[in-house]
């Protein structure tokens, strides 16, 4: 499955963004989604999993609260809606899929999307 994030962009610490990431050339609905972030010089970190049917979602303590996953699967695309930005949350996002179990493990994930900037000023 091909993946294509947007949404990123620069916004003030506690305003809010929402990203996007559509897909195509597979069944969606075989997939569980998730979005990692990687900031400058840091690991890639898993942020919200949602799996295929949306009925399940699971965060990082980091953003609990703060970030909502969301799908809809009419049309191909998974939502991340950030509220309560903070300037730590400065990354590049990314979307994956996956089409095997439930994980947050990256290595578990058969496509990534090509990321989208997110900057928060303090």
């Known amino acids: 499955v091909q993946l294509q994030a947007s949404g990123g962009g620069l916004v003030q610490a506690e305003g809010s963004l929402r990203l996007s990431c559509e897909a195509s050339g597979r069944t969606f609905t075989n997939y569980n989604m998730a979005w990692f972030r990687q900031a400058p010089g840091k690991e890639r970190e898993f942020v919200a999993h949602?799996?295929?049917?949306?009925?399940?979602?699971y965060y990082a303590d980091s953003v609990k609260g703060r970030f909502a996953i969301s799908r809809d699967n009419a049309k191909n695309t998974v939502y991340l809606q950030m509220n309560s930005l903070k300037p730590e949350d400065t990354a590049v996002y990314y979307c994956?899929?996956?089409?095997?179990?439930?994980?947050?493990?990256?290595?578990?994930?058969?496509?990534w999307g090509q990321g989208t900037q997110v900057t928060v000023s303090s």
């Open positions: 949602i799996n295929w049917r949306g009925s399940r979602t």
């Open positions: 994956a899929a996956s089409s095997g179990d439930w994980s947050i493990v990256p290595k578990s994930f058969d496509s």
